[in-house]
């Protein structure tokens, strides 16, 4: 089955520094990897996906995703931080079940804290 | 474009009560749909999915269970609800975007089961 890790329960970083969430998977096959963001009390936000093609994806908000095949890594990165930023993250893959259809496997989150 | 709609937004219930969380989706039909569950503002845990009316399939066997009435309606539901059914549920719909497909989320529903 395949499986996300999200190692970190939270990151902090300083406003203006560049910011790393990190995520590792474990698939068979392709992976077909996702961030989403958080914010409180809200539903999921769609930031990036990697499907095929260049390993560095470029999402919303000025997020952007490395892949990087050898390490099974996919982390999400920004080279500036904002405040408002700060949010809970969380990692995905795309399984298939029983029935043949998508479903998405989340990792855990990682809380994001961006200090002013 | 396509939009979810969770009802309600917040709820508190006693230990043995029933439970029916709503969510329905507009601007798409046929959709796959998908309940999760958020527990202490954490990591969601996939609890059913649809892939058409009155199909259901359960990730993980518990004391809720859903069901499909109609196409773009998905109801989540517990005869008698439990400390430990407490959580943040989210709604969320699979998009299909040319070749590939997103998942969208709803606003969710907060439960407190007191």
């Given at each position: 089955a395949q499986s996300v890790a999200q190692p970190e329960d939270q990151v902090n970083v300083a406003e203006g520094n560049p910011l790393t969430v990190k995520c590792t998977y474990s698939v068979s096959g392709n992976p077909y990897l996702f961030w989403y963001v958080q914010y409180p009390n809200r539903g999921l936000q769609f930031l990036l996906k990697y499907?095929?093609?260049?390993n560095l994806v470029k999402g919303s908000y000025g997020f952007e995703a490395e892949f990087n095949k050898s390490q099974t890594s996919f982390h999400l990165k920004k080279p500036s931080a904002l405040v408002s930023d700060s949010a809970l993250y969380f990692c995905a893959v795309r399984d298939i079940g029983v029935s043949g259809t998508y479903k998405y496997i989340f990792g855990t989150g990682t809380r994001l804290k961006v200090l002013a | 474009s396509q939009t979810i709609h969770q009802w309600p937004a917040t709820l508190v219930q006693p230990v043995g009560s029933p439970l029916s969380l709503e969510c329905t989706v507009e601007g798409t039909s046929n959709p796959n749909l998908y309940w999760y569950r958020q527990a202490a503002g954490r990591g969601l845990q996939l609890l059913f999915y649809s892939v058409g009316i009155g199909q259901i399939s359960s990730e993980v066997p518990q004391n809720l269970s859903a069901s499909?009435?109609?196409?773009r309606q998905f109801i989540l539901s517990s005869k008698k609800l439990l400390l430990s059914d407490s959580g943040f549920y989210l709604c969320a719909l699979l998009v299909a975007m040319g070749v590939y497909n997103e998942q969208f989320f709803g606003p969710g529903t907060r439960l407190t089961v007191l």
């Open positions: 499907i095929t093609g260049d | 499909r009435p109609q196409d």
